[in-house]
T-cell receptor, first 115, second 114 residues
Framework: AQKITQTQPGMFVQEKEAVTLDCTYD???????LFWYKQPSSGEMIFLIY??????QNATEGRYSLNFQKARKSANLVISASQLGDSAMYFC????????????FGQGTRLTINP | DSGVTQTPKHLITATGQRVTLRCSPR?????VYWYQQSLDQGLQFLIQ???????AKGNILERFSAQQFPDLHSELNLSSLELGDSALYFC?????????????FGAGSRLTVL
């Protein structure tokens, strides 16, 4: 069964610093996708970044990058130059590639950016 | 606006009652997913539909049911409600069912059972 682990319940970072949110996963399927979502206090779930298991390069989307270490089964989210608006819950999620498969979420990390 | 529309945004009801949550997927998306988010359980996958057919089932209680209609909108029916059913219910949609397909979430329906 697929499993996602986020070991940091909360993180506090100074504005403009870079921050890394940890995510490890477990799956026996060689084909899978890894996702990060942001949930601000308003409640909506916002897609940030995607990494496929066969992608050779780490995914990047603006200030977000995904540090994908396949052998270690980790998919950490890196936010560069953090901003106050980055304060939110962040969820790592995985979906196995067989089709019609559910997206499984980790427990989340609450990130607080201090001015 | 994500393009996924959920109604109602907030709902307060009593134990034992039945409610229906509605979701309109983003234009062009054929797959609809329902998730429940509660403080103690986190984000739990409930059920997935693709073009009107059930494709995957998660930890959905027997008191809960869902369907996707020919126009692709979906409804989640929650019956015999209990206090523990209070949660934020998300609908999400995607183009297809491949692992790479990104799920776009609606704003959620917050259910409070008193």
């Amino acid at each position: 069964a697929q499993k996602i682990t986020q070991t940091q319940p909360g993180m506090f970072v100074q504005e403009k610093e870079a921050v890394t949110l940890d995510c490890t996963y477990d799956t026996s399927d060689p084909s899978y996708g890894l996702f990060w979502y942001k949930q601000p206090s308003s409640g909506e779930m916002i897609f940030l970044i995607y990494q496929g298991s066969y992608d050779q390069q780490n995914a990047t989307e603006g200030r977000y990058s995904l540090n994908f270490q396949k052998a270690r089964k980790s998919a950490n989210l890196v936010i560069s130059a953090s901003q106050l608006g980055d304060s939110a819950m962040y969820f790592c999620a995985m979906r196995e590639g067989g089709g019609a498969q559910k997206l499984v979420f980790g427990q989340g990390t609450r990130l607080t950016i201090n001015p | 606006d994500s393009g996924v529309t959920q109604t109602p945004k907030h709902l307060i009801t009593a134990t034992g009652q039945r409610v229906t949550l509605r979701c309109s997927p983003r234009s062009g998306d054929l797959s609809v997913y329902w998730y429940q988010q509660s403080l103690d359980q986190g984000l739990q996958f409930l059920i997935q539909y693709y073009n009107g057919e059930e494709r995957a089932k998660g930890n959905i209680l027997e008191r809960f049911s869902a369907q996707q209609f020919p126009d692709l909108h979906s409804e989640l029916n929650l019956s015999s409600l209990e206090l523990g059913d209070s949660a934020l219910y998300f609908c999400a949609s995607s183009v297809g069912t491949l692992g790479a397909n990104v799920l776009t979430f609606g704003a959620g329906s917050r259910l409070t059972v008193l």
